[in-house]
């Protein structure tokens, strides 16, 4: 009786062994490479009722990892800022968000769960609005007592959409 007691005790707490939630994202389709990076204008947007401080969020995340790597002369938000002879245009979509507060995370810890940020993500020519590439992020957080909350997930998905710009970047470069 007492090993089923201590058996059930560390199922219990190891917990049962769940399905990924991770979503099989496909690699990052180059349809034409820019002419040039000049002008960045970053757009954001959510499919997701009450999510604009969430849009805003990772707008300016977005906004703040280009400019801090110093390779463009202008990333903005404002289409009016842009005018530089080449740029691209960076629309980001949010499709999914999981939400974990600090709140939540701070009495719930690991019992919280995991907070993510699923996100579709275009980038066309500026000027002609021909398409460049396409390609969806997630950023998220770990199931843990200090696993982090939505607010870092977002970082993570924003840290990823500047990632493949400057990627971009290095493809016109060469």
Same mark, same amino acid.
């Given at each position: 009786?007492?090993?089923?007691?201590?058996? &059930?005790?560390?199922?219990?707490?190891?917990?049962?062994?769940?399905?990924?939630? &991770?979503?099989?994202?496909?690699?990052?389709?180059? !349809?034409?490479? %820019?002419?040039?990076?000049?002008?960045?204008?970053?757009?954001?947007?959510? &499919?997701? @009722?009450?999510?604009?401080?969430? =849009?805003?969020?990772?707008?300016?995340? #977005?906004?703040?990892?280009?400019?801090?790597?110093?390779?463009?002369?202008?990333?903005?938000?404002?289409?009016?800022?842009?005018?530089? %002879?080449?740029?691209?245009?960076?629309?980001?979509?949010?499709?999914? #968000?999981? @939400?974990?507060?600090?709140?939540?995370?701070?009495?719930?810890?690991?019992?919280?769960?995991?907070?993510?940020? !699923?996100?579709? !993500?275009?980038?066309?020519?500026?000027?002609?609005?021909?398409?460049?590439?396409?390609?969806?992020?997630?950023?998220?957080?770990?199931?843990?007592?200090?696993?982090? =909350?939505?607010?870092?997930?977002?970082?993570? &998905?924003?840290?990823?959409?500047?990632?493949?710009?400057?990627?971009?970047?290095?493809? =016109?470069?060469?």
């Amino acid at each position: 009786m007492k090993g089923v007691f201590i058996l &059930a005790l560390v199922l219990c707490l190891a917990g049962c062994a769940t399905a990924p939630d &991770a979503v099989p994202f496909p690699k990052p389709v180059l !349809v034409s490479p %820019p002419a040039s990076l000049d002008f960045i204008l970053v757009t954001t947007g959510s &499919a997701l @009722p009450e999510t604009m401080a969430e =849009t805003q969020l990772l707008n300016d995340h #977005i906004i703040s990892s280009l400019r801090e790597t110093g390779l463009f002369a202008k990333v903005s938000d404002h289409p009016a800022d842009g005018n530089a %002879p080449g740029g691209i245009k960076v629309a980001v979509q949010i499709r999914q #968000i999981v @939400p974990v507060t600090a709140n939540s995370r701070d009495w719930l810890g690991a019992l919280a769960g995991k907070a993510r940020v !699923v996100a579709q !993500v275009t980038i066309s020519d500026l000027a002609s609005g021909k398409l460049i590439e396409t390609f969806a992020v997630e950023g998220r957080t770990a199931k843990t007592a200090v696993g982090g =909350t939505t607010d870092e997930a977002i970082q993570r &998905a924003a840290a990823k959409v500047a990632a493949e710009v400057i990627k971009l970047n290095a493809l =016109t470069d060469s």
